[in-house]
């Protein structure tokens, strides 16, 4: 199983940046997909969720209306448009899977990537 994710980086407050992340080794159609971060110092908050089959997809509060995840099950790939960055959005960004749903405040995952990271900066 390998979850890769891609493009992290440097952007001013108020930009913007779509991230990655390819899956193999398992049927990602199956799983809830979802976006965790990071912060220096913090622990891991996921922050939205998407559905295999019907792509319902849910968010922290805190990134509602700013960031939108997608998928595309032909290409096992799950992506985090992220529009109109924080500094406090600065953090490292995992993918992860789950082949059943857990709530925000108890997530569970059966895989994660190794993370992009995402600075937030002027």
């Known amino acids: 199983v390998q979850l890769v994710e891609s493009g992290g980086g440097l952007v001013q407050p108020g930009g913007s940046l779509r991230l990655s992340c390819a899956a193999s080794?398992?049927?990602?159609?199956?799983?809830?997909m979802s976006w965790v971060r990071q912060a220096p110092g913090k622990g891991p908050e996921r922050i939205s969720v998407?559905?295999?089959?019907?792509?319902?997809?849910r968010y922290l509060d805190s990134v509602k209306g700013r960031f939108t995840i997608s998928r595309d099950n032909a290409e096992c790939t799950v992506y985090l448009q992220m529009n109109n960055l924080k500094p406090e959005d600065t953090a490292m960004y995992y993918c992860?899977?789950?082949?059943?749903?857990?709530?925000?405040?108890?997530?569970?995952?059966?895989?994660w990537g190794q993370g992009t990271q995402v600075t937030v900066s002027s």
């Open positions: 992860a899977a789950s082949e059943r749903y857990s709530d925000f405040a108890d997530p569970n995952y059966d895989y």
């Open positions: 080794g398992f049927c990602f159609t199956n799983y809830y």
């Open positions: 998407i559905k295999g089959g019907d792509g319902d997809a």
